[in-house]
């Protein structure tokens, strides 16, 4: 793996953040991570590349630490969801401050992009929209050759065409063999290119969507004769509700579920596949 995070643990004051979350970032692989606003996504990205110190646990990178090794940090490069630190530079100027940490940073890749999405070389970056930004972000990113890439919310608030041209490039990205570990609230766009997605709860437990890795969380559409029974109603998230039909989210063993489902004012009840948005409905569900 080029990036292995171990018992990682991070607090704000008195509030919990990132609670001994631990993975890994496989070379070849998009991952991606969600999370309601405010679960810590930004901060985990920052704290792998370095930007924000951790309480504890340990973070990997090429099987080195940042901390020990500084010259780590030209196998890892970070996206923010906002890429203005070059406001006040013109287009033609960013490759000269990436050189300094990157030194296999590729100039004639970033030339020849620029020019492919029509970026003016000798325009100032303040002049950007936040898309444009992203955009050339994004490029400055890939230019760097490293074998690792962070994005956070590269998708939000870009337009369809701008959205198919990033995802290319992040697919571009994988092919060459980088791990991509990208943060998105764009759901349809980032389940659509993942190997795997992880999900980060406001409580700061992280936990993989994928199917081998839930195998007790079951989502179920039933029809009852009359009302929902209470001892499934009290285990149950109830996603809809349209008459006697109800599309529920339980977290159980499969074989307490079968003993949940197996009452008599249960009709039928089919298995649906999981989607990355009902473990949003699964944290809020488990709140109330």
């Given at each position: 793996m080029l990036v292995e995070?171990?018992?990682?643990?991070?607090?704000?004051?008195?509030?919990?953040?990132?609670?001994?979350?631990?993975?890994?970032?496989?070379?070849g692989n998009i991952?991606?991570?969600?999370?309601?606003?405010?679960?810590?996504?930004?901060?985990?990205?920052k704290i792998i590349v370095g930007i924000y110190k951790h309480d504890s646990g340990k973070v990997k990178i090429c099987g080195n630490s940042l901390e020990i090794n500084p010259k780590t940090i030209e196998h890892i490069a970070y996206l923010p969801d906002?890429?203005?630190y070059f406001d006040y530079n013109k287009v033609k100027n960013i490759p000269d401050f990436y050189e300094i940490l990157y030194p296999n940073?590729?100039?004639?890749?970033?030339?020849?992009?620029?020019?492919?999405?029509?970026?003016?070389?000798?325009?100032?970056?303040?002049?950007?929209?936040?898309?444009?930004?992203?955009?050339?972000?994004?490029?400055?990113?890939?230019?760097?050759?490293?074998?690792?890439?962070?994005?956070?919310e590269i998708l939000d608030g870009m337009d369809v065409i701008n959205k198919r041209l990033i995802t290319n490039y992040l697919l571009d990205a994988k092919d060459k063999g980088c791990a991509v570990f990208a943060s998105s609230h764009e759901l349809s766009d980032l389940t659509g290119i993942c190997d795997n997605i992880l999900y980060l709860s406001k409580d700061g437990?992280?936990?993989?969507?994928?199917?081998?890795?839930?195998?007790?969380?079951?989502?179920?559409?039933?029809?009852v004769k009359d009302d929902l029974p209470n001892e499934i109603k009290e285990k149950a998230i109830i996603l809809s509700n349209i008459g006697r039909v109800y599309t529920l989210?339980?977290?159980?063993?499969?074989?307490?579920?079968?003993?949940?489902?197996a009452n008599e004012n249960v009709v039928q009840y089919d298995n649906l596949e999981i989607k990355v948005e009902d473990y949003f409905y699964l944290e809020e569900g488990a709140r109330k």
């Open positions: 995070v171990i018992n990682l643990n991070k607090s704000f004051d008195e509030k919990k953040v990132l609670d001994n979350i631990s993975f890994k970032l496989d070379e991952t991606g991570l969600v999370g309601r606003n405010g679960s810590g996504k930004t901060t985990l990205l906002r890429f203005d940073f590729d100039r004639e890749f970033f030339v020849s992009e620029i020019a492919k999405n029509n970026i003016n070389l000798n325009q100032s970056v303040r002049n950007f929209s936040k898309g444009e930004k992203n955009l050339l972000g994004l490029i400055t990113v890939l230019a760097s050759n490293t074998k690792v890439i962070l994005i956070d437990k992280l936990s993989s969507t994928s199917e081998e890795n839930n195998l007790n969380l079951h989502k179920i559409q039933l029809v989210l339980i977290d159980s063993k499969k074989e307490d579920l079968e003993k949940i489902l």
